[in-house]
Structure formats: C-alpha cells, structure tokens
C-alpha cells in the first residue's frame, strides 16, 4: 500500500503539471496578445499569475524524470537503465526536431528546441551519470544549477553557447534556423537532482514527507532570502513598483525561466516537493493519474490539436487567423485577449484529452498481445 502511495503521489504531479502545461499552450492559441504576460508595464494580474503558475511545468516534469529513473534502475539495474535512458533520450529529441517543432508552426521554417529537448539531452546525459556513486551525482546537479547565473553576462550568437546557457536563434540557412529556448546547462543538473532525490522513495512515508516538507520550505527560504536583496540567482532584479503590495509581490516572484535560473528554480521547486508529499497523503485523483501515467501521448498530441481548434474559432469569431511572430505579429480586427476564453478553451482542450488518452489506453490494451509483459505497454 505504502510503495503505490509513493508512486502515485509522482504520477499525480505529474498529471497536474501536465495539466497546467496545456493551460499555457492554450493561452498561446486562443489568447495571443502584443504584451507578454510577465511585461509589469503591461500586464494585469491575472494575467500574470495565469502565466507564472505555469511555471511549475517544466522544473517539476524534469526533475520527476530524474526521480523516475533512479526508481526505474532500482528494479531492472544499472545496465538496463543506462540503455533505457540513451535511446529514450534519442526518441524525445527526434520527436522534438520533428513532429513537435511542426506541430507548433504547421510549417518548418524553424526547429525549436523546448521541453523535449532538455528532457532527451537530460536522459543521455544521466545514460552515463547512474554509473557514478551517488554522492557524485548530487555534486554535479549542485555544480551545474548553484553557479550557472555568474554566467549571465555572457552574451554570444555562437550555437554551442545558445545549446548550453543563452536562449536564442541560430540562423542555420536561407530561412531555417534553430531556435533554443530550452539551453542545456541548468536543466541537466535539475534531472540529476531528480535522480539524486530517488532514495527518498525509498525511506518509510512519515519520514520522506517529513523531508519532502522540510526540503520544500528550505528552498522557498533560499528563495526570500537571495531576491530579498537581489543578492544572487536571477538575471531580473526585482524591484518595488509604487502601486501597492500585489505588484511588488509581482515583481519579487517574477524569475527568469530561459534558461532557469537559480532561485527560478527554488521557487518552483520548492512548491512541488510539498505537493509531493501532501499527494502521498490525499486519494488519488483518477484525472491526474490518467495524465500522469500516460505523459508521452499527452504532449505529443495536445499541441497540434490546441493549435489547430484556435483556426476555426478566430475563423468563425473573428474572420481571420493571428499572423506573423514578434517582430511583426497582428491580430484580426475586432480580437481582445480574454482569460475567459482561454480558460473555457482549456477546460474543453483537457475533457478532449481525457476523452483522447482513455481511447488510447483501450486500443493499446487491446492492440498488446496477452502473452506480453504489462511493463511492455507502459509509457
């Protein structure tokens, strides 16, 4: 009872991160806007907060991945596990270049390099990581996350820099390039975190939600105290804004993502780590394990179908599709962003999802021959 306690409490998180992941996609579909959410000269608080809970996302599934590992490895091995995460990493970043980067655009003009990404390089770099003792481990996520803000101030369009530390644009040739929103250096260390914290699953539940609990308000603390001061750990000082309380707490939380910075990373990791272990605790939530259990089916469809439900919505309501990027992106005539809309389109995107994942669950029962292990058909 207590083990799928353990395991259900990641499956859960899992599927809420994944859930407030297609909050944020959705709101890049049904609710385009010329400000960016976290711009305080320019956006309102709820659309803040709507974008900075999504911030949960990407910290949360890495490091879970790294946790999944280690639990991964202490059935089967360390052989089998190096294996696994080699040619899983290859599958994701594949998957990332191709159907991904198009599923985004509906063209290839660009291959974006994103979540995926970082997850696939993460693999391959724990692929060699599981072989080192533990100890080991830990201090390399520690040297990879603690310092990579001193090395902010370097600013270069070289590829190998935008792959490791600087979110940017490579132009490749003619009009491809490379985009890499996701640089590796942070992001590697936080998958080996993750698979550091993997004994703790292994500790009897009182004493590993006592931890979870603890670690949590630790890095919260962390948090305060390095922005309290704009000592270290974010490229983005923050600052009292002169329009009450709600903003300056606005600002104090507002971190930089791209790449994560350190107390980016605090802030966030310390809320998952406390719902880690306040899930071990409550029943499961059928929604959240259906999500987090089937994780891989999830991302690579939901992104294509956001994207193209919003046609026909701007098409109907509005008689024509958001155009262009940045540097020169327009709207239809007559569209105001609305957190009404993305919020209702996101509810309906998750029921289809919902709806989606359980008819794949039964065609792949169905599809997977008796004779076959269970753990063949796990995702």
């Given at each position: ?47 803040f ?12 599934f ?24 080699f ?51 830990a ?25 490791w ?27 080996a ?6 004994p ?15 670690a ?40 930089h ?50 994207h ?48 989606l994942?359980?008819?794949?669950l ?18």
């Open positions: 009872m207590e083990n799928r306690s353990r395991l259900a409490s990641i499956d859960m998180l899992r599927g809420l991160v994944i859930v407030l992941m297609a909050l944020d996609h959705t709101r890049d579909y049904f609710g385009p806007a010329l400000f960016d959410p976290e711009d305080l000269a320019k956006t309102t608080p709820l659309w907060a709507t974008r900075w809970i999504t911030h949960l996302c990407a910290s949360t890495v490091l879970l991945a790294g946790t999944s590992a280690f639990l991964r490895g202490a059935k089967g091995g360390i052989p089998a596990l190096s294996r696994y995460l040619t899983r990493g290859l599958l994701l970043i594949v998957l990332e270049a191709t159907w991904i980067s198009f599923s985004w655009q509906f063209g290839y003009n660009v291959t974006i390099f994103q979540v995926l990404w970082a997850l696939g390089m993460g693999m391959i770099f724990l692929a060699g990581l599981v072989w080192l003792p533990m100890p080991a481990i201090g390399i996520a520690a040297l990879l996350i603690v310092p990579h803000n001193l090395l902010d101030s370097i600013q270069s369009n070289h590829p190998l820099w935008l792959l530390h600087q979110r940017g644009f490579w132009p490749v040739a003619g009009n491809y390039g490379v985009y890499v929103a996701y640089p590796l250096m942070p992001w590697l260390g936080l998958i975190a993750g698979y550091a914290l993997g703790v699953f292994k500790w009897d539940a009182a004493r590993r939600q006592r931890f979870l609990l603890l949590g308000a630790a890095l919260l603390l962390v948090f305060a105290v390095l922005r309290s001061g704009n000592f270290y750990g974010d490229p983005d000082p923050w600052s009292a804004q002169g329009r009450g309380f709600v903003w300056d707490f606005i600002s104090f939380i507002r971190v993502k791209y790449p994560p910075s350190l107390l980016y990373l605090c802030v966030t990791i310390g809320i998952a780590l406390p719902l880690l272990a306040w899930f071990e605790r409550i029943r499961p939530v059928p929604l959240l394990m259906l999500f987090g259990g089937t994780p891989m089916f999830f991302y690579v469809v939901h992104i294509a179908m956001i193209f439900l919003a046609g026909p919505y701007f098409l109907l309501r509005f008689g024509g599709l958001p155009d262009g990027g940045p540097a020169g992106f327009t709207l239809p005539k007559g569209y105001e962003p609305s957190l009404a809309v993305v919020y209702a389109a996101w509810v309906v995107m998750v029921a289809i999802m919902y709806g994942t359980r008819l794949w039964r065609w792949r029962k169905r599809s997977t021959p008796p004779s076959a292990p269970a753990a063949a058909a796990s995702t």
